[in-house]
């Protein structure tokens, strides 16, 4: 993190970041990871998030502070920085908090001494330490560089402190043991931090120095952070929210322009290093509005790196270029799932059966739910389903955007988180809306592309410079009888390689190589190899084929009553139909994966629906067992009865 922040020093460029602290309610976790999705599309630098020492800071509760620094490393993709403080805390404790910390992919801190419980003396423990610059000390004794550091500088005096003095002394202190650099405690007024500055350069500290900025928010906030920061508010400050304290949205709209004219006028001192940190209070607004009035988003729209989503910053996934397409709708599920691996692919997929894929029986984890209430999946999936139209209107609600039957837009589906559907799938909204009112219930798909500029607005992912490839692919659910017409339709299409699986996976036929995956998007760029970065596995498939299923019922099935009639419709389809990818190999020419399917749909099916799942057992084992198994698929369908 310090080399990105001096880096931006050097370039003379603007930044932000975002302080957080752990709600008490999981409920309240779950609402504050969306948030911190929301605001992360603005490109903080990093967020950090408080240490809260009566919450069980280090356990595993969702609203412990490293169980939320974590979430918000492997799942929302921020830089994160976690406060630690050494209050009423052994060295032995904050000994195994860092190595906790470690493990789960933490590289940042913010070494805080910490407050004393309300009402209490503060008073060191014999085994622990006194001040912050002891933690410090601790933290690069036992980590060495491991760590980026940052420390709490005061522009108004810790209210501690014996002097102004004394203080800054303290600070330099703190920066000689290790600190890398330094945010402010809240102030208000711009002539308080420039001085601090100054006076900070005058006696040798040299890190950065980011000024903390909190928003007036309420009348009650303002006066529960002035007792805990002890600072005075400023008579111009109070005067202009006097005659408004009632109204809250008058108050928030002046906090917002105080801060703006706070950061400009840093800003415009040239003494600041253009980089600002907002204390939230777990709000939105306010913030969001200064940071767009304050100058300080991006002009530049922030390009995709790879075309799925990086949800993840742990450092050990930074090399990470290659996953199944499976998941590219439920990123977090695949970090979660892979998160024990030591190893990702790097370059080429390789082999998917080892390291294993985790199991995923936790749906319930506050970071992998649907964000959503009960009432609003309702609205959405339907108070009641009779029928397979009803689903596949559901389905086709959400591809098209349009109002569901019930006139309700359908924003997420059990297999695509909200925000996940990428902008590519508009060219083929048509063609996928049309399939899903005819009972094709597609999870996941893509048009093809032939050598587009990678930084194309739609298709666009990577360097500058470079070009990029797909092939088409669609995954969906479908009818066994159905299914049974798709078989014998591809058998005159051998650029199509397809994969059909059923829950048990008693019925499990491909026409592909079993260990060799099969790559469905790719890069060429200035100055590196071919990037494939997106793949299908027929290993992975039958790892995300468990997933897939169980998803009927732990996020639809589940919101009615176990027997009704709406469960039943979905239990029906979770345990009768096949899941089933395709993809035409065939890339440089219009795809004809639509049209199949159409015809699939047109095709009466003459066969009984048990003799078809005999055959399809039938023709698996073979499959399963083959190391050219394309060849024997090709054979074994041309003995398949008509």
């Not at 692919?345 to 992998?368: E, I």
């Not at 078809?612 to 009865?641: G, Y």
């Amino acid at each position: 993190l310090i080399d990105k922040i001096n880096s931006l020093i050097s370039n003379g460029e603007k930044w932000f970041s975002f302080e957080f602290f752990p709600p008490r309610t999981t409920a309240g976790a779950a609402n504050l990871i969306n948030r911190f999705e929301t605001m992360n599309k603005t490109g903080p630098l990093f967020c950090d998030i408080t240490w809260h020492e009566a919450g069980n800071p280090t356990s595993d509760k969702p609203t412990s502070s490293m169980k939320i620094a974590e979430t918000m490393i492997h799942y929302c993709g921020l830089e994160t920085v976690l406060h630690i403080t050494c209050c009423n805390s052994s060295k032995e404790t904050i000994r195994d908090c860092l190595n906790r910390a470690k493990a789960c992919g933490i590289r940042n801190l913010v070494a805080l001494r910490g407050d004393p419980p309300v009402g209490k003396q503060w008073k060191a423990r014999e085994d622990g330490f006194a001040y912050a610059v002891e933690l410090v000390q601790f933290i690069r004794q036992e980590f060495g560089s491991y760590f980026t550091i940052c420390v709490a500088g005061y522009p108004n005096k810790h209210p501690e402190a014996n002097s102004y003095e004394a203080d800054l002394q303290n600070l330099k202190n703190k920066v000689d043991a290790g600190a890398d650099f330094i945010i402010t405690q809240l102030f208000f007024k711009a002539k308080d931090f420039i001085n601090f500055v100054k006076d900070c350069r005058q006696i040798g500290i040299t890190v950065p120095i980011i000024p903390g900025i909190m928003p007036i928010q309420s009348y009650s906030s303002l006066r529960s952070l002035v007792k805990l920061s002890g600072l005075d508010v400023p008579a111009d400050i109070q005067g202009a929210i006097e005659p408004i304290k009632e109204d809250d949205r008058l108050i928030r709209s002046y906090g917002i322009s105080q801060a703006v004219s706070l950061i400009r006028e840093i800003f415009s001192s040239g003494i600041c290093d253009r980089g600002v940190h907002f204390y939230t209070l777990n709000r939105e607004y306010a913030t969001m509005e200064i940071v767009k009035e304050a100058g300080l988003l991006s002009v530049d729209p922030i390009s995709r790196t790879l075309p799925w989503k990086h949800c993840s910053t742990d450092y050990r996934r930074a090399s990470e270029e290659v996953r199944p397409i499976f998941w590219s709708l439920r990123p977090k599920s695949y970090v979660h799932r892979t998160r024990e691996w030591d190893d990702f692919p790097n370059g080429r997929w390789g082999d998917s059966r080892s390291p294993a894929f985790g199991l995923l029986t936790d749906y319930h984890l506050f970071y992998l739910k649907q964000n959503c209430s009960h009432k609003d999946l309702l609205s959405m999936y339907g108070e009641t389903v009779e029928s397979l139209r009803d689903v596949g209107d559901t389905f086709s609600s959400f591809i098209s955007g349009t109002l569901n039957r019930n006139g309700h837009h359908v924003t997420m589906l059990p297999w695509c988180e909200k925000g996940a559907l990428q902008p590519e799938t508009e060219c083929i909204s048509d063609r996928l809306s049309s399939l899903n009112c005819r009972g094709v219930l597609t999870i996941n798909s893509q048009p093809n592309i032939n050598c587009v500029d990678s930084s194309d607005n739609i298709y666009g992912w990577g360097a500058p410079g470079g070009y990029v490839f797909q092939k088409a692919y669609v995954e969906f659910f479908v009818s066994i009888p159905n299914a049974w017409n798709l078989l014998s339709i591809l058998k005159q299409h051998p650029r199509i390689t397809y994969h059909f699986i059923d829950k048990t996976g008693s019925v499990d036929v491909t026409n592909m190589h079993r260990n060799i995956p099969t790559a469905v998007t790719w890069g060429v760029f200035i100055g590196k190899e071919i990037i494939q970065p997106t793949v299908v596995d027929p290993e992975a498939f039958s790892v995300w084929k468990d997933e897939a299923f169980a998803l009927w019922y732990e996020n639809w099935g589940n919101l009615y009553e176990d027997g009704s009639p709406s469960w039943q419709v979905i239990s029906d389809i979770a345990e009768n139909f096949l899941l089933v990818n395709l993809v035409d190999n065939d890339f440089p020419n219009k795809t004809i994966l639509w049209d199949i399917l159409e015809q699939m749909l047109d095709t009466e099916c003459l066969s009984n629906e048990s003799d078809i799942i005999d055959s399809l057992v039938s023709i698996s084992t073979p499959f399963k067992s083959q190391t050219l198994s394309r060849n024997i698929s090709a054979q074994q369908l041309e003995e398949m009865p008509s």
